[in-house]
Nanobody, 126 residues
Framework: QVQLLESGGGLVQAGGSLRLSCTASGRTFSSYTMGWFRQAPGKEREFVTGISWRGGSTAIADSVKGRFTISRDNAKNTVHLQMNNLKPEGTAVYYC???????????????????WGQGTQVTVSS
């Protein structure tokens, strides 16, 4: 069983930046593909970005491309999401997720992820 704990959410003005972190329990973090998803009120959970278990490949949603960056530190069991130039439509609960599927391509479907954090709220004011 893997436990994921997100941190770093909060309130920020449009154009501002936030850095989310997700720390995982357990010794097998380096074997997981890690992803970030978000869910806005009244909307479905959507894929934001992900990074492969070795960190060699990433995937990112078009809506955040050029503004968001994912990275991982396997020595610290942590994955980060750097969010720059935030927009009001980025207001959502952001979730960290882990997938045990060791695919070359980062999977973007929520059903491909086995473990989820509780989420952290990000609010972007206009």
């Amino acid at each position: 069983q893997v436990q994921l704990l997100e941190s770093g959410g909060g309130l920020v003005q449009a154009g501002g930046s936030l850095r989310l972190s997700c720390t995982a329990s357990g010794r097998t973090f380096s074997s997981y593909t890690m992803g970030w998803f978000r869910q806005a009120p009244g909307k479905e959970r959507e894929f934001v970005t992900g990074i492969s278990w070795r960190g060699g490949s990433t995937a990112i949603a078009d809506s955040v491309k050029g503004r968001f960056t994912i990275s991982r530190d396997n020595a610290k069991n942590t994955v980060h999401l750097q969010m720059n130039n935030l927009k009001p439509e980025g207001t959502a609960v952001y979730y960290c997720a882990a997938s045990t599927r060791r695919t070359v391509v980062v999977l973007t479907g929520a059903g491909s992820y086995d473990y989820w954090g509780q989420g952290t709220q990000v609010t972007v004011s206009s």
